[in-house]
């Protein structure tokens, strides 16, 4: 019997720290696991992977971007928003950051006890969400106005927090 139980656990610790750790990045952005319906490929796209690709990011944001009614962000720019990384722009912006006040106060929730410092793509999504939040708070008015802000301070101090995170552990 007490074999029987030692094995159970072992199994289950084993299914739980592959589970946990497969699944991890999901935890903050959820539909960038999620499957492309038009491939096979999962929706997990990175813009920046190295410095060009950052200053290409600045440009993309610089040049204004548009957003319609349907809340689906575009680069206004032809040339820029012809260029490979625009696609992945895209699909960042339009299938993968949270555009409800409900997703992204859920997003700030889920950042303000994250134990550890993001990875470069969660981070990235972060400050794409708080450029869309900017945005919304802009454009609103009275108590939406409030909510947008309000969520926009939550996700700058959640980053601030990751920026600061080494400095912040006291010394064992």
Known sequence: MLWKTLLLLLFYYSAHATVT???????????????????????NPVLQNSLEDVVLLYEFLLAE????KGQRISIKDEELASLRKAAEFDI????????????????????????RVLKKEDFERTVLTMVYTAYRAAQSQGHQKDAWVESFVDLYKALKHDLMFPYNKEPS
Not at 22 to 34: E, G, H, N, Y
């Open 21 to 43: 750790h497969k699944w991890s990045r999901a935890m903050l952005f959820p539909a960038a696991q999620r499957f492309k319906r038009s491939s096979a490929a999962f929706l």
């Open 65 to 68: 971007l548009d957003i319609d």
């Open 92 to 115: 960042i912006c339009n299938e993968i950051i949270p555009k409800s006040i409900t997703e992204i106060r859920r997003l700030s929730s889920r950042l303000s006890s994250y134990p």
